[in-house]
């Protein structure tokens, strides 16, 4: 799993990347708005429309202090078809929610994708010398990875 925090590799990490969370504090709406474009950005370069993402209202534990009414955010999450968790890292409430519930969607997309790649015809299905060391080399090169903006 890999964090970003710079900018400088930002479109690297979501072309490689095979889910986001896209977090924002509950206090600031303007981290809830920068969202929106940073979406459309993922989608954009993934060159993709179902890019698995979970939209993720952090500071949950600062209820006073809420920018972003819970309804408004629900309502992005259902527009965007995504799930949407409020967290708080202060007291690790929903945290590994949010990230399970990324994980298992780029899991599914990545099953559903390799069940509709077609077969390269000249692989003939026999494994290589050494056994199976192929086998345990395309598993290493299509394991599903994170990336956090």
Known sequence: MK????????ELYMKTGQGFLLVFAITSASSFHELAELREQIRRIK?????PMVLVGNKSDLEEDRAIPRPKAFA???EWNT???????????????A????CRQIIRKDANE??????DPRAG???RRGG?????DRRQRHRPKCTIL
């Not at 949407?84 to 929903?94: P, V």
């Not at 990230?99 to 990324?102: G, P, S």
């Not at 390799?114 to 077969?119: I, M």
């Not at 199976?132 to 345990?136: E, F, P, V, W, Y």
């Open 3 to 10: 964090v970003l925090d710079s900018h400088f590799h930002r």
């Open 47 to 51: 060159e993709d429309d179902n890019v």
């Open 76 to 78: 992005t999450s259902r």
């Open 83 to 97: 799930p949407y968790f409020e967290t708080s890292a202060r007291r690790r409430a929903n945290v590994d929610e």
């Open 99 to 102: 990230f399970v519930d990324l």
């Open 114 to 119: 390799r069940r509709h790649v077609p077969q």
């Open 125 to 127: 299905g026999t494994p």
């Open 132 to 136: 199976k060391r192929g086998d345990r």
